[in-house]
């Protein structure tokens, strides 16, 4: 029997680089993203991980799943693992994910059962294998179809010749589900728009009804929709086809979607109906276990290349020091030595760069303040950052302790800072940051891969060109340059990730073109170790707010749901809107009266102090707090804000929105 690729009870039986892996992947934290249940199996068919949806689809505890056979779950466990070998476990180089799900039956720990769909995703993890399996109950979906059916056999069965009122019949099967059901006819025209539709899409039945169905299609799948109706029109139907879809506000939303024909009493096709679900979560957390996946094993890559490139450049060196003895009386060779020995030097600088991304650099952490440490090295970044460049360091807590490599953390500020000057090629501004924070569980929940605790900030930013979100997703990734040939290995902020990860940290990261680039790091605070108070007091809640109206513009839309849900908790009334256009239009159409105006600084469009200002003019008594992954002053240097407006830095605690919130209030 092959060894578990996951170890749940911590027994050490699993291979550090396999099992730091297999817990990234599988930590609750990221698997709550995903809206469905899911279910990650070895390739013994053990259930190694699920996540809290699994324990309210089933009925089951995570402690009692773990260790147990699939079939617990899933009945028909012949079927299932026959497509677990057929797609991962017995041909690994075929790994990808399923495009379409299994149609099965999930058995509830009161011995219930209930259809499901279930979509495989093969992880390869060192030499072994996981598949994620994704479980979504479709009593809903099946309950619509089979009160459809009926209804086509009832209309049979009045063999009349008048035509179905499908739009009616259709409206009493559907209103109920939380997915998206939308009627049409042949040419595209909506007839018919459920309350599922209005929540996912944002319009509402008043505004879609009458309107073509290419109201929701994004412009590079503009011919879709008319392939999809033609399909129909043959009397084809689509079953679980995922694509993207355009909301009211302008976002873009992964949907998985089925349309039937819908027939008249003659049985000719008159229109269609469709069932869309919104998947972007979990669409969103698949890409976050893609690029963990990636990193790690190009990690791995570039630790073995580093060791054997080590063994090399050992035999290089040495053998141009012994050729030197013998060629010292005759000096024209020497420089060729030479040229042997630096090239040497710059290849052992490039392993120690791969080494340090792989997290294989030996290292020598200690207690240290971040805070002395970055006063040091400030001093070798002034000549470095040239006379364009003011250096600014801030420091917002009186020590910053934390454990780590003193080397590193000015390998870290370094390799920020000289990509911060090719930002900056007419000078600027790189301003230096740190801060004591306090997140609580339920942040860690909301931001995975962070955790609950103290943590010390490091902010670098720059307001030099910024980068685009093509960019931003990439710059990690070892050989990653936007820079000419021969001006950049690609591998400085791969350096910055592996040592951040080394350290127990994560990184983020801010940016839009234009508008410079903010790294903030997070590192565990380290006051314990000294016996020091940690000077910061439990977090309290301000008092609850009675009513008070609250708008949040925010283009992120799991962050403006995140937000509301706070805010909506602690007894505000809040009005939400994806951009600066959409806020004027439903303040203009609803006539609301906005206490506190939350928005975030940089937006597609209108940004916010410019909305702000649009606002001000109809609501002078409201107040105003901004938010931004960037730092306070590199947003006043852009012009953006002024000395003493309210501004909450991304991301934020519970009891950092609140009292900001209330502060503003007064």
């Known amino acids: 029997m092959s060894k578990p690729l996951f170890d749940p009870e911590g027994s050490g039986k699993m291979p550090h680089p396999l099992k730091s892996l297999a817990e990234t992947l599988l930590s609750p934290s990221l698997l709550e ?78 011995g219930s059962e209930f259809p499901v769909e279930i979509s495989l995703s093969p992880v390869a993890i060192g030499d072994g294998l996981l598949v994620l399996s994704a479980i979504r109950d479709m009593s809903d979906r099946k309950r619509i179809e089979e009160e459809l059916r009926r209804a086509h056999e009832d209309l049979e069965r009045r063999k009349d010749r008048q035509l179905w009122d499908y739009q009616s019949r259709l409206a009493l099967a559907v ?85 039937s024909p819908v027939r008249d009493a003659e049985g000719a096709i008159v229109g269609a109906f469709t069932i869309a679900r919104n998947i972007t979560a979990q669409k969103r957390a698949e890409d976050q276990l893609r690029q963990a996946q990636k990193m790690e094993s190009v990690g791995r890559l570039a630790g073995g ?79 470095l950052m040239g006379d364009d460049v003011q250096v600014v360091l801030s420091c917002r807590s009186a020590s910053a302790i934390v454990e780590a490599d003193p080397g ?114 997070y590192l565990p605070c380290a006051d314990h170790k000294l016996g020091l108070a940690t000077g910061l007091e439990a977090e309290t809640l301000p008092p609850r707010a009675g009513g008070r109206t609250v708008l949040v513009v925010e283009d992120e839309e799991v962050m403006r749901a995140l937000t509301r849900h706070m805010l909506e908790e602690h007894g505000y009334h809040v009005v939400e809107a994806g951009d600066g256009k959409s806020a004027l239009e439903r303040l203009g159409a609803e006539h609301t009266s906005v206490d506190v105006t939350l928005t975030d600084v940089v937006m597609r469009g209108m940004s916010g102090p410019e909305l702000v200002l649009r606002l001000i003019e109809s609501h002078p008594a409201m107040r105003v707090v901004y938010m931004s992954g960037y730092t306070g002053e590199l947003l006043a240097d852009h012009g953006g804000l002024t000395p003493g407006v309210n501004l909450l830095e991304k991301p934020f605690t519970r009891a950092g929105l609140l009292k900001t919130i209330h502060h503003a209030l007064g």
């Open 33 to 110: 993203a995903i809206p469905d249940a899911i279910v990650a199996v070895n390739e013994e068919g053990i259930v190694v991980q699920v996540n809290s949806q699994t324990q309210d689809l089933f009925g089951y505890t995570r402690d009692e799943l773990i260790g147990q056979k699939i079939e617990m779950l899933v009945p028909e466990r012949q079927r299932l693992q026959h497509h677990h070998h057929r797609e991962g476990f017995a041909e690994r180089p075929r790994i990808r994910r399923m495009g379409a799900g299994l149609d099965l039956y999930g058995r509830r720990r009161d």
């Open 408 to 521: 590193q953390l000015d390998q870290i500020v370094l390799n920020l800072a000289v990509n911060a000057r090719d930002a900056m090629p007419r000078g600027g501004k790189l301003i230096l940051e740190t801060a004591v924070m306090e997140f609580d569980q339920a942040f860690a929940e909301q931001h995975p891969p962070m955790t609950a605790g103290r943590s010390v900030m490091l902010a670098i930013s720059d307001n030099g060109c910024g980068m685009d979100e093509a960019t931003v997703s990439q710059i990690f990734e070892p050989f990653f340059t936007t820079k000419e040939t021969g001006k950049g290995t690609g591998l400085g902020l791969a350096t910055v990730y592996g040592i951040v990860k080394q350290s127990g940290g994560h990184i983020l990261v801010y940016s839009e073109p234009g508008r410079g680039t903010t790294f903030k790091i």
């Open 175 to 259: 209103d109920s589900s939380q997915d998206a059901i939308i009627g049409k006819n042949l040419d595209g025209i909506i007839t018919h728009w459920n309350k599922g539709a209005e929540h996912i899409y944002g319009y509402t039945a008043e505004e879609a009804i009458g309107k073509s169905i290419s109201i929701l299609a994004s412009r590079d799948r503009a011919d879709e929709s008319p392939k999809i109706l033609e399909m129909i029109r043959r009397g084809e139907r689509v079953e679980y086809f995922e694509s993207v879809r355009v909301t009211k506000d302008g976002r873009y939303l992964n949907v998985s979607i089925s349309v």
């Open 305 to 383: 290349v580093a060791h054997d490139f080590n063994n090399l450049l050992g035999i290089i060196t040495a053998s141009g020091e012994l050729l030197r003895g013998f060629v010292e009386r005759n000096p024209e060779p020497l420089q060729y030595i030479d040229n042997i020995r630096k090239a040497a030097e710059r290849g052992a600088s490039l392993t120690r760069q791969l080494l340090a991304f792989s997290r294989k650099q030996l290292v020598q952490p200690r207690v240290l303040d971040l805070n002395e440490q970055l006063k040091e090295v400030s001093k070798l970044l002034r000549p």
